[in-house]
């Protein structure tokens, strides 16, 4: 049962370069979210998605863009990469049983 | 702008004590509080969850209370171990459509053995 994974692990980018970050679960969770956790603070939500073909902004939106063309995957993309954006990135997602199941996250640096 | 705090942000015992991680949220209008524990480098592993409709949560040597008119929540571990040393995490989600957790920043817990 692999729950919540996340692609890839790690990932070093150059300041204005794009990448996206996938999140895929095998529970048949209709939300999905996405978490940026920094040092010093608190996981914040970036975007979720309620559903296959929808998404919403969460807390700190700016500089990325999602979609969930499946429902069992919700992608995260960073279309210009800033240094601001370094962070480990979480993926969650949640069924009916209201419980948020976290992936491993994405280390992402960018310089 | 709906916070959640948690003190200490650091606690280290020795192994066998019984211990109290605290949470506090500002806004009453709580739908759930979830806790978590994150070992270092790792995702995060959900331990409780209290729905606001019940007071208290109990899996093992945990248990976790609810108190929605103070904004509080409490972590109580019994006879903590080494293996119990990792960061705790509270969250909660507040009520109305499907927006994600707000975090408190963590207590770091190490258990001395």
């Known amino acids: 049962n692999a729950g919540v994974t996340q692609t890839p692990k790690f990932r070093v980018l150059k300041t204005g370069q794009s990448m996206t970050l996938l999140c895929a679960q095998d529970?048949?969770?209709?939300?999905m979210y996405w978490y940026r956790q920094d040092p010093g603070m608190g996981l914040r939500l970036i975007h979720y998605?309620?559903?296959?073909?929808?998404?919403a902004k969460g807390e700190v939106p700016d500089g990325y863009n999602v979609s969930r063309l499946k429902k069992q995957n919700f992608l995260l993309g960073l279309e210009s990469a800033a240094p601001s954006q370094t962070s480990v990135y979480f993926c969650a997602s949640k069924g009916s049983s209201y419980e948020q199941y976290f992936g491993p996250g994405t280390r992402l640096t960018v310089t | 702008k709906q916070e959640v705090t948690q003190i200490p942000a650091a606690l280290s015992v020795p192994e066998g004590e019984n211990l109290v991680l605290n949470c506090s949220f500002t806004?009453?209008?709580?739908?759930?509080l979830q806790w978590f524990r994150q070992d270092p480098g790792k995702g995060l592993t959900s331990l409780l969850l209290?729905?606001?409709?019940?007071r208290e949560q109990t899996s093992g040597r945990l248990n976790a209370s609810l108190d929605k008119s103070s904004g509080r929540s409490t972590l109580y571990i019994a006879a903590s171990q080494p293996g119990d040393s990792a960061t705790y995490l509270c969250?909660?989600?507040?009520?109305?459509?499907?927006?994600?957790?707000?975090f408190g920043k963590g207590t770091h817990l190490i258990i001395q053995p």
């Open positions: 998605s309620v559903g296959e073909g929808t998404t």
């Open positions: 969250a909660r989600r507040g009520r109305g459509g499907a927006d994600g957790l707000t």
């Open positions: 209290i729905q606001s409709s019940q």
């Open positions: 529970m048949n969770h209709e939300y």
């Open positions: 806004d009453s209008a709580i739908y759930n």
